[in-house]
């Protein structure tokens, strides 16, 4: 080997040793797909507070990596991706997963190798009771925004509601909610649609809900499934108050919509994007703009959120964290202020925030 080799292999060995370890972290959520818009932006706002805390030299001198892999939002997808990052990549924890069966179809994977999941960006009431020993919640549960938009639409004299919900478990447990809140009021919906997740077929859904002579439909799905069935509503000639649930309160939701989109209620799971007088919200604002991004999406905060509780976990776990000893400081969480919001889990509870708002697009915007 001659000198220039071995200065070479002198400079990366240098290199190889001073270079900060990393924490890995791994994500499998549908970045392309029916529901890639919100899932993107709920990826940005993560990557907001998972970037500050890398410039600030990371957490005890260490950058924090989040793997990702593209599930489509294919459920059998979502399980092999999460096979591969606990089995192969070896991550000390999943991070906001997206969809209820896909979420549901991780779970054995936590379960074997005692693997926390930080934040999924699901509602679903399975992850919450009973209590799932490898998953903590940060935002509110689907039921709990169903029951809100059902008491809303009734306290405003509306009466004659249908419901339409995807016929998978997500639409079984919001459909839960939406009928809490019926019950409540000892009242019923007019007309209850099932729709298929993967074809629903427009030209009987919407023609049940014209037929029911509907004041208002809840629309339990998710992205371009949503947008689309809105538009063959507003094509029929329906004007009919439309809600959605907050798995569609993204920026690309509204743009899908495009002119559809003006009246339709969206719930929503933390404050006001634009609310400063929240620090969570100054905050995120704060690193946004200095990206570039003017604002901030509901999608975009829930991401932000999630990565908060993300980084304050592997600050408590300490130096090279494990996955025990991750698991450890989220059960140890208490009382934990996001900014104006606070969490707190046990091994009794790992619900997180119970926030539940609602939202009116207008003007291309989310206005509360």
Not at 39 to 61: K, P, R, S
Not at 186 to 206: N, S, W
């Amino acid at each position: 080997m001659n000198k220039l080799h071995v200065l070479c292999a002198a400079l990366l060995a240098v290199a190889a040793t001073s270079a900060p370890a990393q924490i890995l972290i791994g994500q499998t959520a549908g970045m392309t797909g029916s529901v890639a818009a919100s899932v993107n932006e709920t990826i940005g706002g993560a990557q907001l507070v998972i970037d500050a805390a890398n410039a600030q030299g990371g957490i005890h001198g260490e950058k924090i990596e989040v793997l990702r892999m593209d599930d489509g939002f294919d459920v059998k997808r979502a399980s092999e991706n999460a096979r591969v990052l606990i089995e192969e990549k070896k991550v000390a924890a999943l991070f906001m997963s997206r969809g209820t069966p896909h979420s549901q179809a991780i779970i054995p994977w936590l379960d074997k190798h005692d693997v926390p999941l930080i934040g999924p960006s699901t509602g679903a009431m399975v992850l919450h009771k009973p209590v799932q020993k490898h998953v903590f919640n940060v935002r509110a549960t689907y039921q709990r925004e169903a029951e809100k938009a059902i008491q809303h639409l009734l306290t405003t004299g509306i009466a004659r509601i249908a419901v339409v919900h995807v016929t998978d478990s997500f639409g079984q447990d919001a459909l839960e909610g939406a009928m809490t809140g019926f019950a409540k009021a000892q009242a019923k919906p007019i007309v209850t649609v099932p729709a298929d997740r993967e074809k629903p077929d427009y030209k009987v859904i919407v023609p049940a809900i014209r037929d029911a002579n509907a004041q208002a439909v809840l629309w339990i799905g998710s992205g371009v499934a949503v947008v689309e069935g809105i538009k063959a509503l507003r094509a029929s000639g329906s004007a009919a108050q439309v809600v959605t649930l907050s798995n569609n309160a993204s920026s690309g939701f509204i743009k899908q919509l495009g002119d559809a989109s003006k009246g339709v209620i969206v719930t929503q799971v933390f404050p006001n994007e634009r609310s400063i007088s929240y620090p969570m919200v100054k905050e995120a604002l704060a690193l946004a703009r200095a990206k570039g991004q003017a604002e901030l999406s509901p999608a975009a905060l829930e991401g932000f959120a999630s990565a908060k509780v993300l980084v304050e976990a592997l600050r408590r776990a300490g130096p090279k964290p494990t996955r025990a000893k991750v698991l450890a400081a989220l059960e140890s969480l208490r009382g934990y202020d996001l900014g104006g919001l606070e969490i707190s889990y046990s091994p009794q509870d790992h619900s997180g925030i119970d926030f539940a708002d609602l939202a009116i697009i207008s003007d291309g915007r989310f206005k509360r």
